[in-house]
Nanobody, 121 residues
Framework: QVQPVESGGGLVQPGGSLRLSCAAS????????MGWYRQAPGKVREYVAA???????NYADFVKGRFTISRDNDQNTVSLEMNNLNPGDTAVYLC???????????????WGRGTQVTVSS
């Protein structure tokens, strides 16, 4: 089964920015809303943001005003622009397809490996 491929993570200082990218060419990813999730060590995976095929968005409260999700349907990519990062944002970030941007508790596709984001001074 096709898996998304996440990239763009790294080490950044508090207050810094990163832009993550998700390449997802499988049919389930092309035809459905897409979302970003994250999983910190010892914690459950949590929802971050979602975007529909027409560009409607939904964000978790803890990222509102700091993160921006976007997608390029021609390139089959979904991006997450992250600003004003803090140590609490440290996690592996993953993307997946969703039933809709408000139904975030389950996903439609396979999980990729994710990309590690570490926020530390």
């Amino acid at each position: 089964q096709v898996q998304p491929v996440e990239s763009g993570g790294g080490l950044v200082q508090p207050g810094g920015s990163l832009r993550l990218s998700c390449a997802a060419s499988g049919r389930v990813f092309r035809r459905n809303p897409m979302g970003w999730y994250r999983q910190a060590p010892g914690k459950v995976r949590e929802y971050v943001a979602a975007i529909s095929n027409d560009g409607s968005t939904n964000y978790a409260d803890f990222v509102k005003g700091r993160f921006t999700i976007s997608r390029d349907n021609d390139q089959n990519t979904v991006s997450l622009e992250m600003n004003n990062l803090n140590p609490g944002d440290t996690a592996v970030y993953l993307c997946n397809a969703l039933p809709d941007i408000w139904t975030t508790s389950w996903v439609l596709g396979s999980w990729g490996r994710g990309t590690q984001v570490t926020v530390s001074s």
